[in-house]
């Protein structure tokens, strides 16, 4: 019991689990002399497309006002104190300088169609016409070899600076061979792998790029790993989630417009601006869970109530995602709004331990202190555990990838 | 022999054409993804099926939950356990599906068949993909009010689905269609939503000044309507409000049961491929929006099939009209939601049930059948079959498929890749 609570102790203030909203005077004078710096060297360049943010602003019809709006939460979400939102407004404007490469390995696209609902002042414009998308292969119009001419190009054109989103896991293991890309019939790994040579960093989009999602549940068929098991002497960003929440891919290419640089990432690789929380730290039914009242089985009276989904394998508190601040499709809803708790898709292996309705509780997780609990009942020491299991596993988990724990700015 | 790549679609395809004369004798298709959805559900609690066949597509993952979700009733129905719905639960369940199809269809106008006519016609069309994905987000919104997200939603369970909306809820879902259906009539029509399903013949398309009226005439003028045929039947096997199972061969309507359906490989003798090829007692049939329109007897789209029969030209105006359709149905459903019924009867645990299911709906491409068998709760096996498998399956040239037979004889190459378009490419579905 006491090495129990030690241990979470241990967990909750290692660094990597940390997340620092308030860096000193110094600090972010010196960042905003440097975004300053780089957003002036960006306005010097030539745009990648020809595209007028204000305009296309006003075409659409959405006022200064709604986007000046947009920028403060934009400021907040990327965890900066209001002086910066002058700069996030100008990055937003410049965002046609910095080239996108997307590519789509094995998946089911549903982060493209994701991003292509994605929120802001009309952010469906800004992220499909101001980011220069230049290579998309659901999205753009040319297809076929002209679009692998274009992609050649792109990358030719762009090398050493475009950011290179990928979504999908890479299959190495049996399933190496079974998936091919284009007219060569160059299987997934060679792909990125050249396609990855000349980009400024690596963001790969989704569970599957990340850990090898779907795909790479047991038996893993294809033998599908994530992009940062392959990539190797490059930033990679991990946006994990199934699908990415738009904003957070939004947020990763506007935090590079304006600092040029990767933002400071977890233990997972994981931007601390949209994964330094958990979903149970912001969730609409937090009061639920501290008053013990829970859904005890599926169209209960508590179900009715919006009670904690605790009981029916809600995986909130375990969970290092922004969703139940951001949540989905333009902030419509989330998967907690209609009562069907968290699977933790942006969490490692999600898929095989704990997918539907299997109280974390009673999933086969080994909590880091040793001992699975059995009881949630006792649930001042299950949360406790619970917390200590989901940041246990970012530790395991960047043991096993070689990671270092503490990310930081590349 | 000239191999094309197709892209702009969830995934990958390749086909390959033997020419003749500049026209398309022969025509084999590839899908060269794999991720082995079925192997990874196999020996994995039942209910894990319903987070992970959603993920099997990112634009129809809705369909795949309610496909999963059918197969489980239907388990427990054959364990002498049978589930009850309430006509709230079902509701919601078939307005979400309905969503789906609705943001399926947009996308597929302004981003796939515009783009892909304007390269045969291109001094006709103005290509806007952005109305397509804002008329998308609109329906997107609108299922997500009571599926939480999309795409990828788990919100289904067997004896209801988990939500439990109110009339704020409600409200907002109506809004969102409301605002699709001006977007409709305003961006897209040209016309009332009632006037333009109140249309009697094509010739009603041809006078529109807007979208739909330049792709029908842009589909007229490069001859789609006398191109592009298949097998002339056509298959729906989804129990839905908007259509019915039937098999209907030219335009006779015979019974349909999913038992007969059988899956093959498919045939692609120089390139790998993992797809499969869906048959009914061993023949090919069309599937999708224009299938479900003859089953459903919709005047308009039969008084189309008498003219033009099943030409490209009446597949894609079949989906648009579907489009509008879908778009009146939801408003219906939503306005006859009664919230005040139980969203879900909870079934005994899965644990105890033992027992063989099918699931069959409707998904926007057509019939997606999941089997599933469970042993005390767990996947024994799971056998995923999708509507691309139907439309787009490659065989033999003495007896082709229909998207393959729609491209072969007096079409050139680039009309046959537009052909290819107008059946809705899906292959990640395809291959899972």
């Known amino acids: 019991m006491s090495d129990k609570i030690e241990g979470v102790k241990k967990l909750f203030t290692s660094k990597s689990a940390r997340v620092e909203t308030n860096r000193g005077e110094s600090y972010y004078n010196n960042l905003f002399e440097r975004c300053q710096a780089r957003l002036d060297e960006l306005r010097a360049q030539e745009p990648v497309n020809r595209l007028d943010f204000s305009e296309l602003l006003s075409e659409h019809g959405t006022d200064r006002r709604d986007f000046m709006k947009w920028v403060s939460a934009t400021t907040a979400m990327l965890m900066l104190p209001p002086m910066f939102a002058p700069l996030v407004a100008e990055a937003a404007e410049l965002m046609n300088r910095a080239p996108v490469i997307w590519l789509e390995l094995q998946d089911c696209a549903g982060n493209s169609e994701a991003l292509l609902r994605s929120d802001g002042p009309k952010i469906d414009e800004i992220v499909l016409d101001i980011i220069s998308l230049e290579f998309h292969e659901t999205l753009m119009a040319p297809s076929g070899h002209q679009a692998e001419k274009q992609l050649d190009g792109a990358m030719g054109h762009f090398n050493g600076k475009y950011l290179l989103f990928v979504e999908g896991s890479i299959p190495v293991g049996a399933g190496k061979e079974w998936c091919t890309i284009g007219a060569s019939g160059e299987n997934f790994l060679d792909h990125l792998t050249r396609v990855a040579e000349g980009a400024a960093a690596v963001v790969a989009v989704g569970s599957c790029a990340t850990y090898g999602g779907i795909p790479a549940a047991a038996p893993n068929p294809t033998g599908a790993v994530g992009v940062m098991d392959v990539i190797k002497g490059k930033p990679v960003i991990n946006i994990p989630a199934c699908p990415a929440n738009p904003a957070n891919m939004v947020g990763v290419v506007l935090h590079y417009v304006l600092t040029g640089q990767v933002p400071e990432l977890d233990s997972l690789l994981r931007p601390k601006f949209a994964f330094g929380y958990r979903i149970h730290d912001n969730c609409e039914r937090r009061a639920h869970f501290d008053a013990g009242e829970y859904v005890e089985s599926w169209g209960d009276e508590g179900a009715k109530n919006n009670f904690c989904l605790y009981k029916m394998g809600c995986k909130g508190p375990m969970t290092f995602n922004n969703c139940s601040i951001v949540r989905y499709n333009e902030g419509v809803n989330w998967p907690i709004g209609v009562g069907r708790g968290c699977i933790g898709c942006s969490e490692p292996d999600f898929w095989d331990k704990y997918a539907y309705e299997r109280p974390m509780a009673d999933a086969k997780l080994k909590a880091p202190t040793g001992g699975v609990e059995k009881s949630v009942d006792e649930f001042g020491l299950g949360l406790l555990t619970a917390a200590g299991i989901g940041i246990g596993i970012h530790a395991a988990a960047s043991a096993i990838a070689g990671k270092k724990e503490d990310g930081g700015e590349a | ?432």
């Open chain 2, 1 to 432: 022999m000239t191999k094309q790549l197709i892209d702009q679609i969830e995934g990958e395809a390749s086909i390959r054409f033997d020419m003749k004369e500049n026209m398309v004798d022969f025509a084999t298709i590839a899908f060269p993804h794999f991720r082995g959805m079925e192997a990874i559900l196999e020996g994995k609690p039942a209910l894990d099926a319903l987070v992970v066949t959603p993920r099997v597509c990112g634009i129809c993952g809705h369909a795949h939950l309610m496909a999963s979700v059918r197969a489980m009733e239907s388990a427990y129905a054959d364990a002498n356990e049978p589930v009850q719905l309430t006509a709230k639960a079902d509701t919601i369940r078939e307005v979400t599906l309905v969503l789906e199809m609705i943001q399926n269809h947009f996308k597929w106008i302004y981003l796939v068949i515009m783009p892909e006519l304007a390269k045969l016609r291109p001094e006709k069309i103005a290509l806007t993909p952005l109305k397509g994905a804002y008329a998308a987000s609109l329906a997107s919104k609108a299922l997500a009010s009571f599926a939480g997200q999309w795409p990828h939603s788990s919100y289904m369970l067997p004896g209801g689905v988990s939500c439990d909306p109110t009339h704020l809820e409600r409200i907002k879902a109506q809004s969102l269609v409301d605002e699709l259906i001006s977007f409709f009539e305003k961006e897209c029509a040209g016309t009332a939503l009632d006037d333009f399903l109140a249309f009697d013949s094509c010739h009603d398309f041809n006078a529109l000044e807007s979208d739909i009226g330049e792709i029908e005439r842009a589909l007229t003028a490069a001859g789609m309507h006398k191109k592009g045929f298949a097998y002339d039947r056509f298959m729906v096997l989804g129990e839905h409000r908007f259509t019915n199972p039937a098999k209907v061969m030219q335009t006779r309507l015979l019974q349909a049961d999913e038992k007969h359906v059988k899956t093959h490989s498919a045939y692609s003798p120089s390139e790998k491929t993992f797809a499969k090829n869906a048959c009914y007692k061993d023949e090919f049939y069309e599937c999708g929006p224009l299938s479900r329109a003859m089953a459903s007897n919709v005047e308009l789209i039969k008084s189309m099939h008498r003219r033009f029969k099943d030409s490209a030209y009446s597949r894609v105006m079949a989906r648009i009209f579907e489009t509008a359709r879908l778009l009146d149905h939801a408003r219906d459903m939503l306005g006859s939601l009664a919230l005040n019924e139980d969203s879900l009867i909870p079934p005994k645990p899965i644990t105890g049930i033992s027992g063989c299911g099918v699931g069959v709906v409707e998904a926007p491409r057509g019939p997606l059948i999941h089997r599933v068998e469970i042993e005390e709760g767990i996947i024994k096996s799971y056998e995923i079959v999708t509507p691309t498998q139907w439309n787009i399956g490659s065989s033999v040239k003495e007896n082709p498929t229909p998207a393959q037979l729609a491209m072969m004889g007096n079409v050139t190459m680039e009309e046959a890749l537009f052909i290819f378009r107008t059946f809705d490419v899906c292959s990640v579905c395809t291959t899972h």
